[in-house]
């Protein structure tokens, strides 16, 4: 049978890593997290994110989870409280892998 176009795998290579940075964002809770830490100054007590939302502890423990197993944040522990920061390759990361499923096209 004859096709219109050639065939193209639909997976050449492994792409987990962009999937676990992409989703780690597909949450408006994450991304919410992500640009507070962005804004920061210093490092951010995961109790500080639960004044002022809707989530309790545990959520926003689960989100930063999320966001660190990805390479977005980075945390240190003090005592028995997490404090979190943007990694300092979280934009670099974000944009490799945006790229790598989305090459920028030359048009001839």
Same mark, same amino acid.
């Given at each position: ?22 989703? #780690?964002?597909? +949450?408006?809770?994450?991304? #919410? ?6 804004? #920061? ?47 300092? +390759? ?19």
């Amino acid at each position: 049978m004859q096709r219109c176009c050639p065939e193209t795998a639909l997976y050449d290579r492994d792409l987990t890593r962009e999937a676990t940075l992409f989703k #780690a964002l597909a +949450d408006p809770a994450r991304v #919410a997290i992500l640009a507070t830490l962005a804004r #920061a100054e210093h490092e951010v007590c995961v109790c500080d994110f639960t004044s002022g939302v809707e989530l309790n502890q545990s959520t926003v423990s689960h989100h930063l989870k999320i966001l660190k197993d990805a390479g977005l944040v980075t945390s240190v522990r003090r005592g028995t409280w997490g404090y979190y920061s943007l990694a300092s +390759d979280a934009r670099d990361r974000f944009d490799a892998a945006l790229a790598s499923v989305l090459p920028v096209k030359v048009l001839a």
